[in-house]
């Protein structure tokens, strides 16, 4: 047989595989493909001859070592110097035989119930050190409000109030604004629309104002704490925390906690206000009520307690973004991939979680 | 003519680790079911710069990560100080802890504070002393490392070899009585190097502080220190203890000559 490369060929002749021309990497891609069609010599006295091969890089010489192993460790004649250094090279045996790779075999259910088990157990037993620590954090901040990092605590309420305003207020105003128009449409064929101010007023104010708020401020600071923890934590900063002999939730969690528990009630009243304002500009155009009927609606119906559960729900979303927040960067795994899981599982999972006390603190508060 | 005093009884000899600062015995660190470190025993004397060494991989820094308390041995004792690290609390641990100072391999400075915010902040956290005396405190720790004028300065905005300067600073601010280095000369030139080898033995000699360094680099280990142990990655444990230029020229064991030599592990390539 005989292949003609670019400038290389391979031709098998008596149990002499006789290669010339340069090999290299443009020059063997189809000797490879030849070399498959060879096989072991079966005892014959067999060799490579390359005496024709004038020079080779990395791949003419991991060709020729290929060649040399299929066909049962045969000798190579002929190379030039430069063809002899790349196969002493290339071809050095392994220092010491590596660690056997774990077999791959599929547990059995049994144990990976276990495992499962295992983890839940183990995941359970941390976040409940966790909460401990949290609990721990707030009464020693109740006991003494000096030993909170205060400037940071300013830092971070900076970023998560003041810097959230304007897309907290923006998102708020135009839910106002769509719910009084869907609203508004579907109660006007009724003669129902002076109602819109109640209805609006009541969702904005009890749910989708503090909701909204919630669902953005997690976007924004909850995967900005996971992220911030988790790069500490990948540079090392945690673990000189550790040795430091500093506690992790005083200094990492409690600041961050406290800020957005101070600043998530007033992001809820501008929210409440923007979602207010947002119905009220349907109302006094698409609706033709004056603004003074459309406030006075919205006044009468709702009460200070229906504030306050606003402002209760928003508290409590605070909790769950800081302490999700938190709890992912803390458990952040190595590299730049371990801070973007920390980042999207901080908010994914705390929206799931604001969801879930929404639903509970909706039930209460209706009971009450 | 005096009476001859008999001499007085004669003191019983002290056993060979009175003077040990770190005591580790029967250490056994892994990671799930993979074994890194099995039986490994060694003394670190008050005052003498130690260095652990070994090969990439072979539980040098997993070592130091249980010395520092950030891992839990799968089996054996730490002691620091006289303290049993394994067998005490959580809180006791902290308390243990916060008397060493560490120095990280990427110097895990703290990227939203200033150089001097680094220093001050153990002081302030375990140290009555006013605000004043804290920042010059700090201040002088930071000149202590060559970074004078440097105070202002957050880490990302200075050298990597400044960085790992202020990373002692930090690690020195309470006047531990050892402190640990983990790869100090990695990442820096060789000059950065030196200085910080002539810095470590600069300190042990003023402070006497003990210092324990993880390192493969054999310039710094000839430089600095005292004595060592070297790990081996296939045998899992310490294969050679003693001055780094005594295993060097006697050391029987091939592995450990490979090491200090800077031999390949191959005698020679081929099989051709």
Known sequence: ?368 | MPSETPPPPEAPAPPATVDAIVRVRGLRAAYGDVTILEDVSFDVKRGEVFVILGGSGCGKSTLLKHLIGLIEPAAGTIELDGTDLTASTPAERRELLRRFGVLFQSGALFSGMTLEQNVALPLQEFTPLPREAISRLAQLKLSLVDLDGYEAYRPDEISGGMQKRAGVARALALDPPIVFFDEPSAGLDPISAAELDQLILDLRDSLGTTMVIVTHELASIYAVADRCIVLDKARQTIVAEGHPATLRDESDDPYVRSFFNREPALAGRGGR
């Open chain 1, 1 to 368: 047989m005989n292949v003609v490369a670019s400038a290389a060929t391979m031709e098998l002749e008596d149990f002499v595989l006789r290669l010339t021309g340069p090999l290299t990497l443009e020059t063997t891609a189809p000797l490879w493909r030849q070399a498959a069609l060879l096989g072991a010599t079966d005892g014959h006295d067999a060799r490579i001859d390359v005496e024709g091969v004038p020079r080779c890089d990395t791949a003419g010489a991991a060709l020729l070592i290929h060649l040399r192993r299929l066909l049962g460790g045969v000798a190579i004649e002929g190379a030039s110097e430069q063809v002899r250094f790349m196969l002493d090279v290339m071809d050095r045996p392994c220092p010491e035989p590596p660690t056997a790779p774990p077999a791959d075999r599929r547990p059995g259910m049994v144990e990976t119930l276990g495992t499962f088990a295992t983890q839940v157990l183990r995941n359970a037993a941390d976040t409940v050190e966790y909460i401990g620590g949290l609990i721990a954090g707030f009464g020693e901040i109740a006991l003494h409000p000096r030993r909170l990092r205060w400037p940071d605590t300013i830092v971070y309420m900076a970023r998560t109030g003041a810097d959230a305003l304007g897309i907290v207020v923006m998102i708020n105003g135009l839910m106002g604004l769509i719910l009084a128009f869907q609203m508004g449409a579907q109660m006007r064929q009724y003669g129902a629309d002076t109602y819109v101010a109640d209805v609006v007023g009541m969702s904005i104010i009890q749910e989708l104002g503090p909701l909204m708020t919630a669902i953005l401020v997690c976007g924004r600071s909850g995967s900005a704490f996971a992220a911030e923890i988790g790069t500490m934590k990948v540079n090392e900063e945690v673990a000189a925390l550790d040795t430091m002999g500093l506690e992790r939730t005083r200094f990492l969690v409690m600041p961050k906690m406290v800020a957005l528990l101070l600043m998530m009630p007033l992001l809820v009243v501008f929210a409440d206000l923007a979602g207010v304002f947002g119905g009220m500009v349907i109302g006094t155009t698409y609706l033709d009520q004056p603004i003074g009927v459309y406030l006075g609606n919205t006044i009468a119906r709702i009460g200070l307690w229906d504030v306050g559960q606003g402002l209760i729900k928003g508290e409590a979303y605070a909790i769950v973004i800081a302490a999700v927040g938190c709890l992912r960067g803390l458990q952040t795994g190595k590299g730049a991939q371990g801070v973007g899981v920390s980042a999207t599982s901080a908010v994914v999972s705390g929206i799931f979680l604001i969801i879930v006390v929404d639903a509970i603190l909706t039930v209460i508060f209706h009971a009450l």
